[in-house]
């Protein structure tokens, strides 16, 4: 009969720098601990993990997916985080349930209550790499001190990626969320990323946060001031009727009217644009009384016309004479009778039509 070895019943368990998890768990020889399909189904990822989802993270350790997780849409959660310190690679690969989001009201269908990545009962949780889709809730919820990147996060019914203060949320794709791109907490760091197409404000984030080159188009409302998307501006430059290439800088391109109508929910690039010779009374907004050329929508090759028609030849021509081509200019006499009833056709601007060979500042528009 054998003799039973103390040191056997040592080694069903494996304890680097204080993290502990079941002998049976899935370990790469880099440290990591690995999760995919059937270590979902069996549960064990960390010790007290129940079998199925949310695949339960109680100890802190790194984490990398090496297959796709499909989470039924009862789940509260793909992945729950309850260990502070917890790294997640998802390793290029998708978190996803039955959720989609679709029609241009962008409803979501079926309900559900889960969150891809719940995370809000541990700090400093990074979460990157991969993709988090299809959720009843959120698609990634993050705790303080967290962080978020290199992520793509969609369909999720209420909101993208979701933090608490001091994170930060950096280089990920957010789209097609019914609720908010990406909400981030005080003292947060929202930078370098694509969010677009999204049911609610494309980015929600305090004041003090540090909000920077995003790109943030096509959302249901324009979030709070500071976290205004799409900028904006008119050039310190002036062309004639031939716009030749891209007068704007990279990233901007020649604006149409309809892209910049109400400039309310657009940000002036003060960086970029004409500021005028100063004195002045600009503040942080736009230039008024200052002229540009502006695209008009006019399907026709035309240089003849009222505003809006007139286009230089789709802007080809400097010749003058008959040739007129759109310009555009905030309206600065503030006759708000107007609005209701513009003389110029769209307030609060003033369009007019100029000759092409007639030197003009052109708007710019965020692509």
Same mark, same amino acid.
């Given at each position: ?32 601990? *690995? ?5 979902? =189904?069996? /549960? #064990?990822? @960390? !010790?007290?993990? %129940? ?5 339960? $993270? ?91 990147? *290199? ?5 999720? =019914?209420? /909101? #993208?990626? @979701? !933090?608490?203060? %001091? ?5 990920? $794709? ?101 500021? #005028? ?91």
């Amino acid at each position: 009969m054998p003799v039973a070895r103390p040191w056997l019943l040592a080694a069903l368990t494996v304890c680097l720098f204080s993290v502990c998890v079941a002998a049976g768990s899935a370990r790469a020889t880099d440290g990591v601990i *690995e999760i995919n399909a059937a270590r979902a =189904a069996a /549960g #064990g990822v @960390t !010790t007290g993990d %129940a079998p199925g989802f949310p695949v339960e $993270i109680f100890t802190r350790g790194n984490f990398r997916l090496t297959s796709d997780l499909i989470v039924p849409g009862d789940a509260t959660a793909g992945i729950a985080v309850y260990a502070s310190g917890t790294q997640i690679d998802l390793n290029g690969f998708a978190i996803a349930s039955t959720t989609v989001c679709s029609g241009v009201n962008l409803s979501c269908a079926p309900s559900g209550t889960g969150v891809g990545i719940d995370a809000s009962a541990a700090d400093s949780v990074v979460v990157r790499n991969g993709r988090v889709t299809g959720f009843g809730v959120y698609g990634v919820f993050l705790s303080t001190g967290s962080r978020a990147k *290199e992520l793509s996060v969609d369909n999720n =019914a209420l /909101g #993208g990626i @979701t !933090t608490d203060a %001091a994170a930060v949320v950096s280089d990920n $794709i957010v789209r097609l969320n019914g609720g908010y791109g990406i909400s981030a907490g005080p003292d947060s760091r929202v930078v370098e990323n694509t969010v677009v197409g999204n049911g609610g404000p494309g980015i929600l984030t305090n004041a003090s946060a540090i909000y920077d080159r995003n790109v943030v188009n096509h959302n249901v409302g324009p979030g709070p001031s500071f976290a205004h998307a799409r900028r904006f501006y008119v050039t310190t430059i002036k062309l004639q009727g031939v716009i030749v290439g891209n007068p704007c800088d990279t990233g901007f391109h020649f604006a149409s009217l309809w892209e910049i109508s109400d400039p309310s929910r657009l940000a002036y690039d003060r960086d970029r644009g004409n500021l #005028g010779a100063p004195p002045n009374d600009l503040g942080s907004g736009p230039i008024t009384g200052t002229p540009g050329w502006i695209r008009s929508g006019y399907p026709v090759f035309s240089s003849t016309g009222p505003p809006g028609s007139a286009t230089c030849f789709n802007w080809t021509t400097s010749q003058g004479g008959v040739n007129v081509g759109t310009t555009a200019t905030l309206n600065a006499a503030w006759d708000f009778s107007q609005e209701l009833a513009p003389a110029s056709g769209t307030w609060p601007w003033l369009l007019t039509t100029t000759g092409c060979n007639q030197p003009n500042y052109v708007w710019c528009v965020e692509d």
